[in-house]
Every structure is written in structure tokens, then in C-alpha cells.
């Protein structure tokens, strides 16, 4: 004998409320809400999101990216540059008094997705006060690095320490101030911190504004930075009288015409004129 099954149609509401801080492609799951079959699990309802590009302003985690063009002047003598945020409020941003902005080093890409994450390691050291949102037993550095760069950051958890001793590793989601605010000594560990993201260093970003980037997802109240990204624009030409001027503020050339190395004069090849270029080889 068969079974007979009589199937209805209901027809549900389901309200979905996107958390602050939520990436691109984080999923929201409501269990239980799809099809009913008989003699089987009701399956769940998922929904993925897709963040939409903003013409400006580009994501990178927790951080934003707007692109700004400035000229040489400002460069060198300083800027004053008003951003208009997300929310509408109007950011007044400045350089400070005889700070140089240097084009970024060739090659680097700060929206690139092979993420170099700095980390700062402190032995010795752990930060109990701040709450565990993994734990593994792994106690080799790089795989643990590698989990909190990527499979943690997939699901929408942005790691910012992680400890590890004898039993296997702790992650933390907190900020760099936060971890180094709570960090404390402890013998038998070590505290791995993602590097302070506004440090002063060559390959960092030109201007960054602590505090003014995106939510962090499951604690809303720590945000990202926003980072200004320079353009500089170079003038086809100068004046020549004010090249003098110029030489006597800049530091001296690099190349200064008649300067040598080891007091020696470079050769003069018989026949070969100056703009020529020559084929040199050891022992020809």
C-alpha cells in the first residue's frame, strides 16, 4: 500500500534584519523555513548578499579607500581636503605642519586581494579580557595566520590577535589599541597582533583617519579607517627663475653635475659622442 500525502501552501513573511559590518557575501540562514518533504529534514532558507559598488568610496574589510587628486604644492607645502562620508557628514581632513606626501612605492596595490597582513608578536604576553570568538588546536604561526586571514574573515569575523600556547590558540576580534590595552603577562604564551594599520611607515597609506571606516561585523562599535589615497599632479613645467629658489630650500641633487666617485672622472671613449650610448663589457 502507498501513502497518500496532501500538500498545502503557506505563505510566511520573513523580515531580515543585515547586521552592522556585514561583507560581501555573508550569508543569513533561516532554519527550517524552506520546503517541507515527507520523511525528510526541512530544509533552510539562506540568503547571500551582494554589496553594491559605491562610485567613491571602495571596501576593504572594516577599512574605506577614496581616491584624491592633489598638486605638487600640496604635496610638498600641505592640503586641506574636505570628504563627504557615507552618513553625509563632511570630513575636513589636513596634513600636518611640514608633512611631505610621497607617491606610493611601485607595485603596491592597498585594494589588492593578496593581503599582507602585518603581525606584531609579543612573548609572553595574553589578553584574557578579551573575548574568544575561535579556538583551534594548532599551534603552527603560519597555518594560524592563514585561518584568520582567510576562513575567519569569510565568515564575517575579523580577527585582530590571536594567542597561542601549549593547548593550541585563542582568536580575538578586537582593534590594535584594544588588544595592547588588555594584553597581560603570562609566561607559557604568545600574543600575535595585527600591526597598527595607521603606523607611520613607507608602504603605508599616505593619510589615514582613524576611527572613520565601516562597522566591524559582532561589534558594532569598532570601526575601521578610512585611508585617503593620493594622486599627485606634476606640472608640465616651471618657470625658470624660480628653479634657483627651488634648489635652495629642496635638499641637494642626488646627481650633481661634476661630482664623481673616488675623485675619478669618467672615460671618454675615442670617437664615442656624448647622447651615444656604449656596450660595456669587462675586459674590452
Known amino acids: 500500500l502507498g501513502k497518500l500525502f496532501k500538500r498545502n501552501r503557506e505563505r510566511e513573511v520573513l523580515e531580515l534584519h543585515i547586521p552592522k559590518g556585514a561583507p560581501h557575501g555573508y550569508k543569513m540562514v533561516f532554519r527550517e523555513k524552506a520546503d517541507e518533504l515527507p520523511d525528510a529534514d526541512t530544509g533552510d532558507v539562506i540568503f ?6 559605491h562610485p567613491e568610496f571602495k571596501r576593504k574589510g572594516a577599512d574605506l579607500f577614496v581616491e584624491r587628486k592633489i598638486s605638487l604644492a600640496e604635496a610638498i607645502c600641505g592640503f586641506e581636503i574636505e570628504v563627504t562620508h557615507l552618513d553625509g ?6 596634513s600636518s605642519p611640514g608633512e611631505v606626501v610621497r607617491p606610493m612605492p611601485r607595485g ?6 593578496k593581503d599582507e597582513i602585518e603581525w606584531e608578536c609579543l612573548e609572553g604576553f595574553d589578553c584574557p579580557g578579551i573575548e574568544t570568538v575561535a579556538r583551534a588546536e594548532e599551534t603552527d604561526v603560519g597555518v594560524l595566520k592563514s585561518v584568520a586571514i582567510s576562513q575567519l574573515k569569510a565568515r564575517g569575523v575579523d580577527v585582530g590577535a590571536f594567542v597561542v600556547d601549549n593547548a593550541g590558540c585563542q582568536f580575538k576580534q578586537c582593534s590594535y589599541t584594544e588588544a595592547m590595552d588588555a594584553k597581560q603577562p603570562r609566561s607559557d604564551a604568545k600574543m600575535y597582533v595585527v600591526a597598527d594599520p595607521t603606523a607611520s611607515k613607507p608602504h603605508r597609506m599616505m593619510k589615514a583617519v582613524k576611527g572613520e571606516g565601516m562597522p566591524t561585523l559582532k ?12 594622486d599627485i599632479e606634476f606640472p608640465e613645467s616651471l618657470p625658470e627663475a624660480s628653479l634657483e629658489a627651488l634648489k ?3 635638499p641637494p641633487p642626488l646627481h650633481a653635475p661634476g661630482a664623481h666617485a673616488f675623485g675619478h672622472r669618467p672615460q671618454r671613449i675615442p670617437g664615442f659622442q656624448r647622447g651615444q ?3 660595456w663589457r669587462r675586459g674590452v
Do not use: C, M, V, W
Not at 603596491?108 to 586581494?113: A, K, N, T, Y
Open 219 to 230: 561589534s558594532p562599535f569598532t570601526y575601521g579607517n578610512l585611508f585617503l589615497i593620493f
Open 89 to 94: 557628514r563632511k570630513l575636513r581632513i589636513k
Open 48 to 53: 547571500k548578499l551582494h554589496e553594491q559598488e
Open 277 to 279: 650610448h656604449a656596450d
Open 248 to 250: 635652495a630650500i629642496l
Open 108 to 113: 603596491f596595490d592597498p585594494l589588492s586581494e
